[in-house]
């Protein structure tokens, strides 16, 4: 795994595998699970049964192919003695683990103070906590199903709040909380626990086209309760997610965080259609529905950019997106095409001047390119290269705009659970550093627990 899969799987698995402990749940279900980074985590450090469904039979084919190296190579490894579980599979170093966790302790102690003076947080949109560690909360003995959770007063018998999955830090205490040192202390411990594998966990990866239809059984025949999870699951599969948790009774919990805004489908989006499409993925929620509200696939595309990365001095890549203007006005005017189904992808990185860029993406559309001589692609490029900066100024602006659109995607979502009857609780949290991981937010929710003995 590269850095930023590293960084999203370590974060996303650790707080998956603290739901699922205290829910007593060990089958996990993970949607669009791509190469099987997240199940194959989730199986081998904290011996859950994972089911990977992906569209696709090559990453299904893959995910099995890369599981059995890594399963090798761990029961070769892995030991408590030797290697520890984080080291192995994502060379996390033992002294900056220490580190984090002194500054943990001293970023909670900083939170509660702060709490003092300030209590208007609400607990349904959490800060950001990347970097901090999940607290891994281990499930006293006894029942602790026996009551329906309450989402004004999330505390069990055992005297825990389910706030205690999130990080140390996550959300600021208001004055209606009360915090006892005891439990504290037993809290401190509980955070040094970890999980362990376990010899009878599985990941199973299966090749499955997954909609808000979908029956479970059809594809897993040993269901149970579970949770359902989704690693960065792009357009519809994210809302879809949402709803196959609200509507199948198995599915416990529900971890998502998608991405590829640009390519969610709205109900409103073509209004001269008469029948809206079904189980649309914008708008989710009932009033954004009676408003017939609609983004636009130009705003979903700027949902999509990165206003934490230009603001570290990465940037935008202002030329490359001037090539692909330039390019565009070249094929409308010479080859009288608006639009197409075929994409130029990226191949910026791999030209070395416009011309380059430009023969490169008509060959690659399959256009002639002996209809443009040389001397008119340049002629285009020196026509449009004073307005670069008209280019960058109005890409700003979309940066700017981009964390309000995706803002009310998220919250559409997390409405629509909110009005769900038998949802416990749920929120919008910010999971990962979104400088590393730009589409960093979670919808979690649980379901009210039930004594099913």
């Not at 199986?43 to 599981?67: F, P």
């Not at 026509?383 to 009310?408: D, G, Q, W, Y």
Request: aromatic share 8%.
């Amino acid at each position: 795994m590269n850095t930023k899969k590293s960084h999203e799987v370590q974060a996303m698995s650790e707080l998956i595998s603290s739901i699922a402990d205290y829910c007593g749940l060990k089958q996990i279900i993970d949607v669009g699970s791509g190469k099987g980074y997240l199940s194959s985590f989730l199986s081998l450090k904290y011996g859950l049964n994972v089911y990977g469904i992906d569209s696709s039979n090559t990453n299904t084919h893959g995910a099995k192919e890369r599981n059995r190296k890594l399963k090798k190579h761990w029961k070769l490894h892995h030991s408590p003695s030797k290697v520890d579980a984080n080291t192995l599979a994502l060379q996390v170093p033992k002294e900056m683990k220490v580190q984090k966790e002194l500054k943990c302790k001293e970023d909670f102690e900083s939170v509660l103070k702060n709490s003092l003076v300030n209590q208007e947080l609400s607990t349904d949109v959490l800060p950001d906590f990347s970097g901090f560690a999940v607290s891994i909360i281990r499930k006293q003995e006894g029942n602790l199903h026996a009551q329906p959770l309450e989402e004004e007063n999330l505390c069990f018998e055992n005297g825990f709040s389910l706030l205690e999955f999130l990080p140390i830090g996550a959300i600021e205490p208001t004055s209606s909380q009360v915090f006892n040192t005891e439990v504290s202390e037993i809290r401190r411990e509980r955070r040094n626990v970890t999980s362990k594998p376990s010899d009878s966990s599985v990941y199973s990866p299966l090749t499955s086209f997954i909609t808000a239809d979908s029956v479970l059984h059809d594809i897993i025949q040993d269901l149970e309760d579970c949770l359902m999870v989704g690693l960065h699951t792009c357009g519809d599969l994210a809302p879809n997610t949402l709803r196959i948790f609200a509507s199948k009774s198995e599915v416990k919990g529900v971890c998502s965080v998608g991405c590829c805004y640009h390519l969610l489908s709205e109900e409103f989006e073509n209004q001269h259609k008469e029948c809206a499409q079904e189980n649309s993925g914008f708008p989710m929620c009932r009033y954004l529905k009676e408003e017939r509200w609609c983004c636009g696939r130009n705003a979903r595309m700027s949902a999509c950019l990165a206003l934490e990365r230009v603001a570290v001095g990465q940037g935008l890549p202002t030329e490359s997106l001037f090539y692909r203007a330039v390019l565009q006005n070249i094929i409308k005017d010479y080859y009288g095409i608006s639009k197409c189904d075929r994409h130029v992808g990226k191949i910026y990185s791999k030209c070395s001047s416009f011309l380059d860029y430009v023969r490169m993406s008509l060959k690659k559309l399959g256009l002639d390119e002996s209809k443009v001589s040389e001397e008119i692609i340049m002629d285009y490029y020196e026509k449009h290269k004073p307005r670069m900066n008209e280019l960058e100024a109005f890409n700003m602006l979309k940066v700017v705009l981009a964390p309000c659109i995706e803002t009310l995607i998220l919250l559409d979502r997390l409405c629509y659970l909110k009005e769900q009857e038998d949802i416990a609780w749920s929120a919008l949290v910010k999971l990962f550093d979104p400088v590393q991981s730009p589409r960093c937010y979670a919808v979690i929710a649980l379901k009210n627990q039930r004594d099913h003995s």
